[in-house]
Each structure stands twice: as structure tokens, then as C-alpha cells.
């Protein structure tokens, strides 16, 4: 989602950046069934296990496009979704064993745009996202 300067992105469209850890397997200390936990406040928190029993946390969004700055901040970022996973689900063991970040397409609609610009097209969508990972240690 990084555009050439030169370029500006459709009105209404942002681009976010976003946090998430993953714990270490456990999954003994799951919650039944295993569902996606979403608390909507904002910046949002989402919970959601994996086949393999760990468990993904991730949020704490911010209107930040660069990705060198959206990186420094994924130890930050880590600890208070750390922290946050803890208060929602305290038998959980909430070290985190990968920790990455990531940026998405947002508007104000919740709608995808497309936009002709004068040598490509550029196409943003909320629900795709990329991601750098980094070892949680």
C-alpha cells in the first residue's frame, strides 16, 4: 500500500497500520470452541486461536502509513497487546513467541476504491493486509 509520493490516495482512503503476537502452543488453556473475540472499542482488540493452539492477538491500530516507523513500534505495540490479552484471558500465558506489523487499506465507507493514476492504477481494499514479522523475543 505505499504509493509514490507524487500520488495521493482516493478521497476517503487511508492507509493503518496494525499490531499482532502470537503465543507459544497451549492449547490446553483455550476457550471452548475456540471463536473469534473481537472487542470493538478504538483502537479494536481481536483474539483468535490457531490450529495448533496458539493464540493471536492483534490490533491497536493507528493512522500511520510509514513502514519504518510502523516497525519500530512492534515491541511497544507487542507489550500492550500483551498486556490487554491478559485482562481478557488471565489463564493464558501471554508470552509472545512472534510479534509483526502490518498496514491496511481503510475508508470512510468500509467499501474498496480503485483510482486511475497517471501511469498505473492502484487498487486499496480493507481486508487485505501485509505484514512484517519479527521474532517476539
Known sequence: YELPTILRHPEGHRIVSTW????????????PGSPLIWEAADPYLYVRSTVDGRVICGGADEPLRNAV???????????ALQRALGRLLPQLDTTPEYCWAGSFGQS????????????????????ASAATASPGR
Open 20 to 31: 499482532a503476537m502470537a503465543t507459544r502452543p497451549q492449547p490446553s488453556k483455550l476457550w
Open 108 to 127: 470512510d465507507s468500509g467499501c474498496h476504491a480503485s483510482a486511475r493514476f497517471p501511469v498505473t492504477h492502484a487498487a486499496m481494499r480493507c481486508s
Open 69 to 79: 516507523l510502523r516497525d519500530r513500534m512492534i515491541a511497544r505495540k507487542t507489550a
